[in-house]
């Protein structure tokens, strides 16, 4: 049937997706209004395949019988969804790339908070398992100013708890289990065996799963397929409002993990995921791993791991994750790119076989076999190098620092700001950044300042206004920029690097390392002064 609607004002996607407050997406025609304008800005879903799930929220069961009636009644042919309307988001790109079906729409609004007074999101994945290019979601926002009608087939819903075939007219609904493909895909990168012999030698993890979709992925891959002892995997169960915290894995969400791994008789290895199974931290035994750091890592070592015997092609990071990276990058001789934050922006480099590996410093780590970040790839990637180098993480770490050198780094986020507060911050620093290059502050030289802007070297396109920087001659950075992902307010994020060459210096305590770089922060951008605020509410 056809169904009369009106265009609703903001459904303009951010840095992954259209992210709002859960009541704001159960009100009339919202997710509808939406869902339609995917379908039309894409050329229609006449004929066309896909996949649906999403990351177990509140919310997300409601929302996948929604689409798969308008799927249905917008004449798609098929689509394939996880067992309950659960997929983890690496997951859903797999499935996508794997049957090769014209996208997938995922329900996550990934580490925020889920619940009936908390955060929804939906996102569209195009036919190479990513998400949608930026000119693709602006088509999509577009369209939904625009819509009059949406289509939805007047049936009963769809079983999503039963795996098998079924119908909506006339088209069909694969229900799958969610996990067996993903993990079947991780087995042919990793050495199974060998994991699974560290394990037997006693090896001891912990895998927080933070009551998210990564728990029956973890649990399986992990305790099934690898031996770990039960128990390894806590919180595995994926609740609607992730038990009410933040399924967020970074050292202050996931607080009970890093009070584990700091504290006598940690295990070997920390690992915890977020919301829809695409982010990860890593921690050792009394050792912190930080995101950037954990990509130089994950580069340096990937040849370990059978997936990634041939060598990598080029490693590809978001501007403000520190430079780690590129170090190991010109060690090896390979090419590394710098591209604004969101996952996106990586696709076409991926694509075009730029690139291998790929890492962000929230959390965010992948390679060419998905097109998502993939937290839980990560993890078995760092254990498939503890397998091969029967090393302690604090070891690895530190040997990777005397042979690159270390980039101190730490992201302070200021959360829920007016806008008007956030926008006079970002102001300033943009009004400053013509007169800096030259200019000394607290004893570092200012090479290069600019508001970052990227030309996509495969396709061509632009895109401006993705962060401001301010470059020091000795590699230290300041970045700053709006969140694209809250649904209140807004966050400035301010992203803080310095470079020490070692040999000595590699073992300070960051935010001390760090003291210079962050009285420049505040001297040139004047956070704290111009908001009243006494510091971040997050550190990462
Ligand atoms: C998303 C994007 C990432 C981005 C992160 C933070 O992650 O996919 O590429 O780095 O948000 O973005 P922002 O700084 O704009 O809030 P996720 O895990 O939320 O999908």
């Not at 009369?4 to 259209?18: A, D, F, H, Y």
């Not at 090393?391 to 008007?420: K, P, V």
Request: proline share 5%; hydrophobic share 40%; charged share 25%.
């Amino acid at each position: 049937m056809r169904v009369r609607t009106r265009p609703i004002e903001g459904q303009k996607p951010g840095t992954s997706g259209l992210r709002k407050k859960t009541k704001v997406f159960m009100s009339e025609g919202y997710l509808e209004n939406f869902v339609q304008s995917v379908f039309d800005a894409t050329g229609g879903a006449e004929g066309r395949t896909y996949v649906v799930g999403g990351d177990g929220r509140y919310f997300n069961d409601s929302a996948v019988q929604v689409i798969l009636k308008m799927a249905a009644a917008n004449g798609a042919r098929r689509v394939i969804v996880g067992r309950g309307g659960l997929l983890s988001t690496p997951a859903a790109s797999h499935l996508i790339r794997l049957h090769k079906t014209d996208g997938g729409l995922i329900l996550s609004a990934s580490h925020n908070p889920g619940g009936p007074d908390e955060d929804f999101g939906i996102k569209f994945n195009t036919a190479n398992g990513g998400p949608a290019p930026e000119a693709l979601t602006e088509a999509i926002h577009a369209r939904t100013q625009e819509i009059d009608a949406y289509r939805l087939a007047d049936e009963p819903d769809v079983e999503i708890d039963r795996i098998g075939e079924q119908h909506i007219g006339g088209m069909q609904v694969s229900v799958i289990d969610p996990v067996a493909d993903y993990a079947a895909l991780m087995e042919t990168l990793f050495d199974f065996p060998k994991i699974r012999a560290l394990f037997a030698r006693g090896f001891r993890m912990r895998f927080d799963a933070m009551s998210a979709i990564t728990g029956p992925y973890a649990a399986e891959i992990l305790e099934e397929r690898l031996g770990a002892a039960p128990g390894t995997v806590v919180n595995a169960t994926p609740l609607p409002d992730f038990g009410g915290l933040h399924p967020d894995p970074n050292p202050t969400w996931a607080k009970a993990l890093m009070d584990e791994m700091m504290g006598p008789d940690a295990p070997d290895f920390g690992a915890a995921s977020d919301g829809d199974g695409d982010r990860n931290m890593v921690v050792g035994r009394g050792i912190y791993v930080a995101p950037s750091d954990s990509l130089a890592v994950l580069a340096a070592n990937a040849h370990l791991a059978p997936g990634y015997r041939a060598g990598l092609r080029g490693v590809a990071r978001s501007m403000p994750t520190s430079t780690a990276a590129d170090r190991v990058a010109a060690a090896l001789g390979i090419g590394s790119y710098e591209t604004p934050t969101g996952w996106k922006f990586f696709g076409n480099l991926l694509d075009a076989g730029r690139v291998t590996l790929c890492g962000e410093e929230s959390f965010g780590t992948g390679s060419d076999h998905v097109r998502e970040k993939d937290g839980l790839w990560a993890v078995l990637l760092w254990l498939n190098i503890l397998a091969e180098r029967k090393q302690s993480i604090r070891e690895i770490m530190e040997d990777h620092w005397r042979r690159f050198g270390r980039n101190y780094y730490s992201r302070h986020d200021y959360e829920a700001l007016t806008a008007e507060l956030a926008n006079r911050v970002m102001d300033r620093l943009h009004g400053r950044l013509a007169a800096l290059p030259g200019t000394c502050i607290e004893g570092m030289t200012v090479a290069a300042a600019d508001d970052f802007a990227y030309a996509d070297p495969v396709d061509g396109s632009v895109s401006r206004g993705q962060g401001l920087r301010v470059v020091f001659t000795d590699g230290s950075r300041i970045v700053l920029r709006l969140s694209g992902t809250g649904t209140e307010g807004a966050t400035l994020r301010l992203y803080l690097e310095r470079c020490v060459a070692g040999p000595e210096g590699l073992d300070a305590e960051v935010q001390a390392a760090l003291a210079p770089v962050i009285r420049a922060a505040e001297t040139l951008a004047a956070i704290r002064a111009t908001t009243g605020r006494q510091g971040p509410d997050v550190v990462t």
